[in-house]
């Protein structure tokens, strides 16, 4: 199958977006009853995660807990001056691969897919693809 | 195929239990001689790595390291205390693809697969799926 | 496809390759024109990540980064003295999948892949597996 693509809109420095309903759309609209779908995010400040989709307090923890682990106050060559955000993204990773059974995808019951705003407010985008048999 | 379940008992908060041969066992029971094998862990406090399977010590570092990186003491909103363990989640990560080549996985010489228990002790569960050709 | 294998000699410690190029050049080899390029790094003191590949600062940035991370201090078991790198192979992972389209990568526009050293100098291998339509 094609990339689809999911368009998200950040409105902090770091936000974490669920995007859960939208890989699952994509999932049904692919008729594929059983396989791997996986999430790509193309962007370098910016990544990809699986977490808790009940208390939203997680999230910001996420967030506080990276901003506590990343050091905004290194020697950093890069001019921009979102090293930190460079650093965030490797560390998450900007892929996941979650399987398909019955055209749904399979998640524990805890768990929900979070794009990850790292140098935001921005417009970003996350492909999805799936591959499997109808 | 459909995935496979791994039933893990952990017995401490932190730890890293070798699931290398279980996951072997699902490759070879599945004929396929060559693809992919997924392993995914359905969990938000806890993980999945690839990472030295000769002296133990490597695992207890890992989690020193961690506990060292990732601070206890942050003003926390999730209100059951277990923060530290989401985040090493999302650091590490919930998901692993490995080769399959004549019907075994190809690590590489020093490797081995661990499920990461963060906030144990738990009964936990590790999905495994293998796709490619019989 | 059986996995190719790209071959990296290292000169640093801590070291940041661009192996964009070469992972493009088995795609087109492969004659998959839509699918999955998965890399993998079978060593544990290694690891592979997608990050700018426009300033080269990032790739020391991402380096100076995880060295204030990842404690040299701590109290480790593991007598060969390279448990930090271990860890930040843990950190940032061993594998990445990449989507192919028209017989290229799709990487976002300031996304490379990155072989990264952690442990070196030495002679390392990345695994390269093509997955897909001809």
């Known amino acids: 199958m094609t990339p689809s693509t999911i368009n998200v809109r950040t409105s902090k420095k770091n936000q974490l977006i669920d995007i859960t309903s939208e890989v699952e759309s994509i999932v049904r609209s692919s008729k594929i009853s059983g396989g791997v779908c996986y999430v ?3 962007h370098t400040t910016a990544a990809v995660t699986i977490n808790e989709n009940a208390d939203p307090d997680v999230r910001d923890d996420i967030i506080k807990g990276l901003e506590a682990i ?3 106050d290194l020697d950093y060559d890069h001019a921009e001056g979102n090293s930190p955000a460079h650093i965030k993204s490797s560390i998450i990773g900007i892929t996941e691969s979650v399987f398909i059974e019955n055209s749904s995808l399979v998640l524990g019951t ?12 921005r417009a970003r985008k996350v492909y999805v693809k799936v591959v499997g048999r109808s």
Do not use: H
């Open 110 to 121: 805890w768990q929900g897919i979070y794009f990850c705003e790292f140098d935001g407010p």
């Open 40 to 42: 790509y995010v193309p």
């Open 70 to 72: 990343v050091p905004y």
